[in-house]
């Protein structure tokens, strides 16, 4: 059976996979495999276990689509268990936290995000346009890990504040915070840079 991924929401697919369409699963997981896979490389800096993390994650999915409701965004409720797989992860390793916005050196280039530069534009800039990216990227590494799981699930993740906070559970004023912070250190940091 075909999935129209582009006209079905992300709540009505998994809905479709809870009702057996497995196409559907294969459109949420070609929509999201990036930005869930980014978040927990982002936060790990270790690339065999944020593939591990990411797996646990889509496997968490499946077992759950049974009892799948929408009560929720649906990216709010697949950060969530990322999220809480991250939350076990660091509580399995009694708060050993080892987190960073940047990939590891051998990470792939299309994993990492690098400036759009148009052909015309002189070298200077291109290299301006990278060490601006290296100096936001060595911020968002220096964040409090509360702030900066709020900005890479907005950043990433495309959830607002109320989806922050349901994701991590807190309240909305705690999540507004720490996202506010976070964008204000980088701000502050990258200077007359943004």
């Known amino acids: 059976m075909y999935v129209d991924a582009g006209a079905a929401s992300d709540e ?3 809905l479709r996979y809870a009702a057996g369409q497995a196409v559907a699963f294969d459109a949420l ?4 495999k990036g930005g869930i896979y980014r978040y927990f490389l982002r936060q790990l800096r270790d690339r065999s276990l944020a593939e591990e993390l990411f797996q646990d994650v889509w496997l968490n999915l499946i077992n759950a689509r ?4 929408v009560q929720a965004k649906f990216t709010t409720w697949l950060y969530a268990l990322a999220h809480n797989r991250l939350m076990d992860h660091y509580r399995r390793r009694r708060g050993v936290v080892a987190i960073s916005f940047a990939a590891p050196e051998d990470e792939e280039r299309s994993d990492t995000p690098e400036p759009a530069a148009a052909e015309s534009e002189q070298p200077e800039r291109r290299l301006e346009a990278q060490r601006q990216l290296a100096r ?6 220096n964040l409090p890990m509360a702030q ?3 900005f890479l699930l907005h950043e990433e993740g495309g959830l607002g504040i109320d989806e922050i906070a349901e994701a ?14 976070a964008v204000a250190k980088l701000k ?3 200077g007359d840079c943004l």
Not at 29 to 32: A, I, L, P, Q, S
């Open 188 to 190: 502050a940091g990258m």
């Open 12 to 14: 009505d697919l998994m």
């Open 29 to 32: 997981y070609r929509r999201h």
């Open 168 to 181: 991590t559970g807190v309240n909305r004023e705690t999540a507004k915070s720490r996202l506010r912070y």
């Open 136 to 141: 936001l990227i060595a911020l968002v590494e």
């Open 66 to 69: 049974g009892r799948y409701r």
């Open 148 to 150: 900066r799981e709020a």
